[in-house]
């Protein structure tokens, strides 16, 4: 029972292009979003979060955009670098149960030079 | 400077054994994880621990038997290993919900 999913399993851009992320849930409790970036042999790191009263939240390049009517969030990297090139895991927290991330299966980018 | 650091990063060994996987974290958080990334590559979380109380136990096998000596540091014993038990194991801490967990680097599995 995938709750979080990120249903393309890779991404293909051009340096300086627009790269979107997706990623749908399921469960009507989650209210904390996370994207997370993972190297090979590398543990995931942290890039962006976005809380259910927000909408849209920024950090540099990195843009999370929540649609909570359609449970869907996307993730903008603009423009992309050769160094995005990496898995990206969508994570959802729910509220009111206990503490934890669920993980979408991921995603891979590939940002070509 | 490791934020969250496990040791050891692989581990090959025979089935049946019972091997150990140690955490640790230096960030002062209240909670740890256990994590499993499987062959599917889905990460699912196995235990979480807070100042170190168990407060997650997510379907585990009885073979698998987390410890947490002090909120720094949460440890994964394995006994009598499967081939099934290949994965890559991390370990991460939080401060809570609404916060961000740290993940470690992971520990590479291997059962023979």
């Known amino acids: 029972d995938q709750q979080v999913k990120q249903n393309s399993p890779s991404l293909s851009v051009q340096e300086g292009r627009i790269s979107i992320l997706n990623c749908d849930y399921t469960n009507s409790m989650f209210d904390y979003f996370l994207w997370y970036k993972k190297y090979p042999a590398e543990g995931p790191t942290f890039l962006i979060s976005?809380?259910?009263?927000?909408d849209k939240n920024e950090d540099g390049r990195f843009t999370v955009f929540l649609n909570k009517s359609a449970k869907h969030l996307s993730l903008h990297i603009v423009p992309s670098q050769p160094g995005d090139s990496a898995v990206y895991f969508c994570a959802a927290s729910a509220r009111g149960g206990s503490e934890k991330l669920v993980f979408g299966k991921g995603m891979k980018l590939t940002v070509n030079p | 400077d490791t934020a969250v650091s496990q040791t050891p990063k692989y581990l090959v060994t025979q089935m049946g054994n019972d091997k150990s996987i140690k955490c640790e974290q230096n960030l002062g958080h209240d909670t740890m994880y256990w994590y499993k990334q499987d062959s599917k590559k889905f990460l699912k979380i196995m235990f979480s621990?807070?100042?170190?109380?168990?407060?997650i136990n997510e379907t585990v096998p009885n073979r698998f038997s987390p410890k947490s000596p002090d909120k720094a540091h949460l440890n994964l014993h394995i006994n009598s290993l499967e081939l099934g038990d290949s994965a890559v194991y991390f370990c991460?801490?939080?401060?809570?919900?609404?916060?961000?967990?740290?993940f470690g680097p992971g520990t590479r599995l291997l059962v023979l």
């Open positions: 621990y807070n100042n170190k109380e168990l407060i």
């Open positions: 991460a801490s939080s401060q809570g919900r609404g916060t961000v967990w740290d």
């Open positions: 976005i809380s259910s009263i927000k």
